[in-house]
């Protein structure tokens, strides 16, 4: 019989006690290599917008939505599905150039991972129905992405719904305006556009009115 290889620190594991040894139990890798990323970018492009990307078959599937996710089960937004994205794409925060495709600041507003309810998401991509749950520091609990049969407005690009299913991440609170900064740097639009060289002026019409100061510490935080 082979031996089946299934984590790299098995062997490693097995021969330790770790309730009485103080040996390292081997650092688990950050995510196990089955989670699948899960982002959310907001881009203040010529149209402020939240770019929803899940990571499939070493891409990043990606839905532009323009008014962003809701909390509130009731609020379907629209998400139109564009061009997959390099994984390392899910990385990034910074500015792209004016003039360029997509011209504007970028935030990574929303990171961690994500799970399908179907294991055969091409399958549920193809039907158009795509339920899952997300992890990441903003958004958790159940999702579904669903088709619509009509493009808005004309359009030829496949239109999707991002609806929050009941649960008890389901919220009526504007998650967009409640926590309105990047994950990564904690910075708002305007900042990061001001830092690496951006239009600030354009990048703050992407952030909430008021949130122009630094950020208020959570009492609860202090440590
Ligand atoms: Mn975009």
Same mark, same amino acid.
């Given at each position: ?18 309730? +009485?040894?103080?040996e ?8 196990k ?7 959310? %970018?907001k881009?203040?492009?010529? %149209?402020?917008?939240? @770019?929803f ?5 070493g891409v ?45 600041? +970028?935030?990574?507003? @929303? ?5 399908p ?11 158009g @129905? ?13 999702? +579904?992405?669903v ?13 999707w ?5 009941? @649960?008890?991440f ?8 409640q %926590?309105?900064?990047?994950v ?15 239009? +600030?002026?354009k ?9 122009? %100061?630094?950020?208020t ?7």
């Open positions: 019989m082979t031996r089946r290889k299934a984590e790299p620190l098995e062997e490693y594991r097995g021969k330790r006690n770790f309730e +009485v040894t103080a390292p139990k081997g650092a688990r890798p950050r995510a290599s089955a989670d699948l990323l899960y982002v959310i %970018q881009h203040r492009a010529s %149209q402020l917008h939240y @770019d990307r899940l990571e499939w078959r990043l599937l990606s839905w532009a939505i323009p008014k962003g996710p809701s909390l509130d089960p009731s609020v379907k937004r629209l998400a139109a599905h564009v061009e997959d994205h390099p994984l390392e794409y899910g990385g990034f925060e910074g500015v792209i150039a004016e003039g360029e495709y997509g011209g504007g600041t +970028v935030m990574l507003w @929303d990171r961690g991972t994500w799970t309810d179907d294991p055969d998401v091409d399958m549920s991509l193809e039907k @129905d795509l339920k899952f749950s997300l992890a990441g520091e903003k958004l958790r609990g159940s999702w +579904v992405l088709r619509t049969k009509l493009g808005y407005g004309g359009s030829a690009k496949p239109q719904l991002l609806i929050k299913h009941r @649960d008890r389901a919220s009526t609170e504007d998650v967009l305006l %926590q309105p900064r990047s990564l740097s904690k910075r708002l639009l305007a900042e990061i556009a001001r830092d690496e060289g951006g239009d +600030v002026p990048a703050a019409k992407g952030d909430p009115a008021r949130s122009g %100061q630094a950020p510490p959570k009492k609860t935080s202090a440590r």
